[in-house]
C-alpha cells in the first residue's frame, strides 16, 4: 500500500491534497469539515488588513459545457471579508485541535514593508504551518495596488518576499499568477527574495459569459460585470504548462512547486506531480462537488500508484520533466497513424468530418448512404490525433507507431533547417 | 352463468378513461431536452436522416436545440415535413430513426429523435413570422383529393411553389387517419387539427369537406377544372376474414370503431365489450387491442396466424400491448365465429405451423376462445371504385391494386399523381407526407414546363 504521507518546505502533511486559498476554507467551520473529510492541509483564504474589504452580491460566473457541466467558472470574491483578529482566532484553534494537519495562512497587505511587518508576527504567533503570499488574485485587489499588480512585477515580488522572510520564521510560499507572459520570470524573483517554494496557477483574467438580453457580463453585478479570476477544469493545460515551465527551467529547477489550477481527480493530481508539483491544491472540484472528492483522490492516487510500484510521493516526483522538452528537440523521424478499429466503430463519421473538413483528407468513406464505413488511407495520415480525438467511442481510433527504420532526427540537425547544428 | 353478449358502456369510470387515454409519450422536460439531444454525436451522412422518410437533418435540428435554438430546429424540421409535429408523436421511430442511431451501437439506447423532434416543433415561436412564404402566384390550379398526411403535404408545398390548391375531402374534418385512425392517447388535445391550422397559415389552400370522389365530384371534373390532380385518398376499404359467423353483431371493423372512438367527445358512452378478439397483428391490431383495455375490456386476445417474429408490429408496439394487459395468441387462423343474430360467444382457429419448407399449414388442432366482441385487423385494401369504371380515364392500378405510380408518383394519366396509403408503400404517415411532398415537386415541374412554353 502506498504511503501518500509526504513532506513540502519541511512541513509535513498526511496526503499531498491540501485545498487552495478561497472560500471553502474562509473560516473555521469550513476548515474542519474539510479536516474531518479527510484533507490534508488547508490555505487559510487570504488575510488582509483591517478593515476587511466589502464583497459584492453575485460572484460567481459559469462557463457550461453541453450538458451543464461546469468546464471552469470564474470569481470576483476578494479577500476574506471577516475581521483579522476573528481569523487569527480561528486559525490558533483549529490547529490546536488539528495538529497534524497543515495550515498554511494566505496574505495580502499593501506593498509597504511597514504593513507585512505588522502582520507577519500575528499570523505566526497561530501556531500555522508557514504562510503564502497572494501574488495572484486578478479582480478587485489588483486597483488597490495588491495580488496580481504585485505579482507582475517580479522587483515587487523579490522585495515583498524578502520582508517576509525577515520578519516572519515561517516557510514563505509565493503564489503566482499566470496573468504574465513567462511564467519563470516571477518565480525566478521569488527564489531571489528567498522563498521557500511557489504555488500556481492562481486564477485567469476572464469574462465567462455575456446576457445577451441585459447586455451584462457575467457574473452580473446590478447590470454591470468585471472581469473575473477563471478556475476549474478548463485551466488545468495552461497550469501544468506554467509548473512544468518552472520545474524545466535550469534557474528554478530545484523550487519546490505547490501544484494549482483545474485539479479534479487523483489523475489530475498524478499529472501534477510529475510535472513538477510537490504537492497539490485543489478548489473549485471541493466547490463543485463538496470536500468528499477528498476520498477519490487519495484512493485513486494509492491504487494506482501501487500498481506502477511507487511507494511515496517522491518515487514519481518530476518523472515527466525529462519528457517535456523544446519542440526542437522532437523527433522528426516519429511516424504515427490512425487505425479505426471496425469492430468498435459506431459509423458516426465525425472522424471523417473533422478530417475531410479541416485536416489531410486521410480517411476513406465506403458503404451506402445510412451505412458508412470509414477507414484511414495510411500514406495520407500525418498522425494528427483529431481522428482520436473527435472519435466518441473510446479506443475506437488508436494512434499506432509506425517503425520508419530512420535513427532520431530533431530540427536541430535537419538537413532543411538552414540554422541547423552539426552534431 | 353466462357471459353472452357483454358488450356495454361504461366500464370505467370518466376519470379512468380520461387517465388511460392520456398522452402516451409526455412532452420532454427543458432538462430532459438537454441530457437527451447532448447525446447526438452530429453524425456525418447521419443514418437517421437515410432512415427519415423525409429526410429531416435530424443532427442538425437536435444541436439547434442543444443550442438553444429551438425556433431554428421547428424550421429545419417543418421545411422537410410539414406534418413534423404529428410524426414525431406517431411515427414508428424504432423502425426507422432511432433504429439505426449510431448510439445503439454499444449502447443499446438511441438518441430519443421521436420526443426531441416533438419538443422542436411544440417549441416553434409562433410570435415569429411565419416561417415558409409562398411564391409569386403562377396561375395554376391543383385538385387534391384527400386532405390526410400526404394531400395536406402536397398542398403545403405546392402552395409555397405559388399555386392555387382545392382540396377535396370526403370527411367532415381534415387530417385523414391522423384525425379518424391513430390511437387516441398518441395524438391528445386536438393535436390533428391544430396542426393542419398551421399548413394552412401557407395559403392559397381550399379545403372542400364532404366532398367525396366518385360521389360528390369525379375524376374527370376535377381533371378538366383543373391543372393537375393530386388523390392521397387512402385504402378504402378493409379486408375480411371469409369466415362463418362474421356478419354476426359483435364482429367489427378495427378501423371503423377507431374512427368513432377518435370522433367521440364522451369516451364512456363507446360500447366495449368484456372479452375482446383482435385479429391481425398489425398496428391498427395493437390500437384497438390497446385502447379496448383502456377502455375497460377485461380480457384482450391478440390472435395472429403466424408466429411472432412475422408480426407486422413493431416490438416497441407489441410491449405496448402487453404492459396494458392484451394477450398473444400466434399461429392461430381463424376458423370460425359462434353466435347468432343477437351477438357473439366465441370464436374458433385452428392452429397452424411451419412445415419443413417453411410454409404455413393448417392442422386439425382447433381452439377456442370465448368473446363477446371480434375485431378484425387484418389489413386494409385499396377501394378502386372512386376513381370510375371508364378504363380510359381512370389511373392503371398495381399487382396488388392500388393505383399504380412512377418514380414521381405520377399515375398512367399524365396530369394525375397519386402517394399515401393509395399506392404501395408501407402505408405510415411519414411516408405519405414524403410522397406528398415529392409528388408537388412533380406537378411543380411539370407546371412549371407548361408556364415556360407558354401553355
Given amino acids: 500500500m502506498a504511503n501518500l504521507a509526504c513532506e513540502f518546505i519541511g512541513i509535513k502533511s498526511i496526503n499531498p491534497f491540501w485545498l487552495a486559498s478561497a472560500p471553502p476554507t474562509d473560516k473555521a467551520y469550513n476548515v474542519v469539515r474539510a479536516f474531518e473529510a479527510g484533507w490534508g492541509g488547508v490555505v487559510w483564504k487570504t488575510l488582509g488588513e483591517d478593515p476587511a474589504p466589502i464583497n459584492v452580491s453575485s460572484r460567481y460566473g459559469a462557463h457550461y459545457g453541453q450538458n451543464r457541466q461546469v468546464l471552469g467558472f470564474n470569481n470576483i470574491e476578494l479577500i476574506t471579508d471577516r475581521p483579522l483578529q476573528v481569523n487569527l482566532d480561528e486559525i490558533t484553534q483549529v490547529k490546536k485541535d488539528w495538529p497534524d494537519r497543515v495550515i498554511i495562512v494566505s496574505l495580502m497587505v499593501p506593498c509597504e514593508e511597514e504593513s507585512w511587518k505588522n502582520i507577519l508576527p500575528k499570523v505566526e504567533a497561530t501556531g500555522a504551518d508557514g504562510i503564502e503570499l497572494n501574488f495572484g488574485c486578478p479582480h478587485g485587489m489588483p486597483e488597490r495596488g495588491m495580488g496580481a499588480a504585485v505579482g507582475q512585477v517580479p522587483e515587487y515580488i523579490e522585495m515583498v518576499t524578502r520582508w517576509c522572510k525577515q520578519y516572519c520564521s515561517l516557510p514563505v510560499i509565493v503564489k503566482l499568477t499566470p496573468n504574465i507572459t513567462d511564467v519563470r520570470l516571477p518565480a525566478a524573483a521569488a527564489m531571489r527574495g528567498g522563498a521557500d517554494a511557489v504555488s500556481l496557477i492562481n486564477t485567469i483574467n476572464s469574462i465567462t459569459s455575456v446576457n445577451l438580453d441585459t447586455m451584462s457580463p457575467e457574473p452580473s453585478v446590478d447590470g454591470k460585470g468585471t472581469h473575473g479570476g477563471y478556475c476549474g477544469s478548463a485551466v488545468k493545460p495552461i497550469a501544468l504548462s506554467m509548473v512544468s515551465e518552472i520545474a524545466r527551467d535550469p534557474e528554478t529547477a530545484n523550487m519546490p512547486i505547490s501544484g494549482i489550477g483545474g485539479i479534479s481527480n487523483w489523475r489530475d493530481a498524478a499529472e501534477f506531480i510529475t510535472l513538477g508539483a510537490t504537492n497539490v491544491q485543489v478548489c473549485t472540484a471541493a466547490m463543485l462537488y463538496g470536500f468528499k472528492i477528498i476520498d477519490d483522490l487519495c484512493d485513486g492516487l494509492s491504487d494506482w500508484m501501487d500498481t506502477k510500484g511507487y511507494k511515496n510521493i517522491n518515487d514519481f516526483s518530476r518523472k515527466a520533466i525529462p519528457n517535456t522538452t523544446d519542440w526542437k528537440h522532437l523527433n522528426m523521424n516519429y511516424k504515427r497513424i490512425a487505425h479505426i478499429d471496425q469492430d468498435i466503430c459506431i459509423g458516426c463519421g465525425r472522424c471523417f468530418a473533422a478530417c475531410e473538413d479541416t485536416s489531410h483528407q486521410s480517411i476513406l468513406q465506403t458503404g451506402d448512404l445510412g451505412k458508412r464505413k470509414y477507414t484511414i488511407i495510411d500514406e495520407e495520415c500525418v498522425g494528427c490525433n483529431l481522428c482520436e480525438i473527435t472519435c466518441p467511442e473510446p479506443n475506437a481510433i488508436k494512434m499506432v507507431d509506425i517503425d520508419t527504420g530512420k535513427p532520431h532526427l530533431s530540427w536541430l540537425h535537419h538537413p532543411e533547417n538552414p540554422y541547423r547544428e552539426e552534431k | ?455
Avoid at chain 2, 382545392?166 to 387516441?184: C, M, R, V
Avoid at chain 2, 391498427?284 to 375497460?296: F, N
Fill in chain 2, 1 to 455: 352463468m353466462s357471459f353472452t353478449h357483454d358488450i356495454k358502456s361504461n366500464r370505467l369510470l370518466d376519470v379512468e378513461i380520461s387517465d388511460n387515454f392520456s398522452d402516451i409519450a409526455p412532452p420532454l422536460s427543458d432538462k430532459q431536452v438537454l441530457v437527451a439531444s447532448e447525446r447526438c454525436l452530429f453524425c456525418y451522412d447521419a443514418p437517421c436522416i437515410t432512415a427519415c422518410p423525409t429526410g429531416i437533418d435530424i443532427p442538425l435540428f437536435i444541436r439547434k436545440i442543444n443550442t438553444g435554438n429551438n425556433h431554428g430546429a421547428a424550421k429545419e424540421i417543418l421545411s422537410a415535413n410539414i406534418l413534423g409535429g404529428s410524426c414525431a408523436r406517431v411515427c414508428p421511430t424504432e423502425t426507422l430513426c432511432e433504429q439505426v442511431c449510431v448510439r445503439n451501437k454499444h449502447e443499446e439506447s438511441p438518441v430519443e429523435i421521436g420526443r426531441l423532434q416533438r419538443y422542436a416543433v411544440d417549441h416553434l415561436d409562433t410570435t415569429q413570422p411565419y416561417p415558409f412564404t409562398r411564391a409569386e402566384s403562377t396561375g395554376k390550379h391543383i385538385a387534391i383529393v384527400g386532405a390526410g398526411p400526404a394531400g395536406l403535404s402536397c398542398a403545403h408545398q405546392l402552395a409555397r411553389e405559388g399555386h392555387q390548391v382545392t382540396i377535396f375531402e370526403a370527411a367532415p374534418k381534415s387530417g385523414g387517419l391522423n384525425e379518424y385512425g391513430i390511437a387516441l392517447y398518441k395524438l391528445v388535445d386536438d393535436y390533428t387539427q391544430k396542426e393542419i391550422e398551421f399548413v394552412l397559415k401557407i395559403g392559397g389552400i381550399d379545403i372542400q369537406y364532404e366532398k367525396a370522389l366518385g360521389r360528390d365530384v369525379s375524376l374527370a371534373q376535377l381533371r378538366e377544372k383543373h391543372d393537375a390532380v393530386f388523390l392521397g385518398i387512402g385504402m378504402g376499404d378493409v379486408n375480411a376474414l371469409n369466415i362463418p359467423g362474421e356478419h354476426y353483431p359483435g364482429v367489427e371493423d378495427a378501423v371503423a370503431y377507431i374512427k368513432e372512438l377518435r370522433q367521440k367527445s364522451e369516451l364512456s358512452n363507446l360500447p366495449v365489450g368484456r372479452r375482446v378478439v383482435v385479429i391481425g397483428a398489425g398496428m391498427t391490431a395493437i390500437d384497438i387491442a390497446v385502447q379496448s383495455k383502456k377502455l375497460g375490456a377485461e380480457d384482450v386476445t391478440i390472435v395472429y396466424r403466424r408466429d411472432k417474429s412475422a408480426m407486422g408490429a413493431s416490438q416497441h408496439e407489441q410491449d405496448l400491448a402487453q404492459t396494458n394487459g392484451a394477450t398473444f395468441i400466434c399461429n392461430a387462423q381463424p376458423k370460425e365465429i359462434i353466435g347468432s343474430d343477437t351477438g357473439i360467444t366465441e370464436m374458433t382457429f385452428n392452429k397452424t405451423m411451419l412445415d419443413d419448407n417453411g410454409k404455413l399449414v393448417v392442422t386439425d388442432d382447433i381452439i377456442s376462445i370465448p368473446c363477446d366482441v371480434v375485431f378484425k385487423a387484418i389489413g386494409q385494401k385499396f377501394e378502386s371504385s372512386p376513381l370510375g369504371n371508364d378504363s380510359e380515364s381512370k389511373p392503371a392500378l398495381d399487382q396488388r391494386g392500388r393505383i399504380a405510380v412512377n418514380d414521381n408518383f405520377q399515375t398512367s394519366l399524365n396530369d394525375v399523381y397519386a402517394g399515401g396509403d393509395c399506392i404501395n408503400g408501407k402505408d405510415l404517415v411519414v411516408e405519405a407526407v414524403d410522397h406528398g411532398n415529392k409528388a408537388a415537386l412533380a406537378i411543380h415541374q411539370q407546371l412549371k414546363k407548361q408556364i415556360n412554353q407558354g401553355e
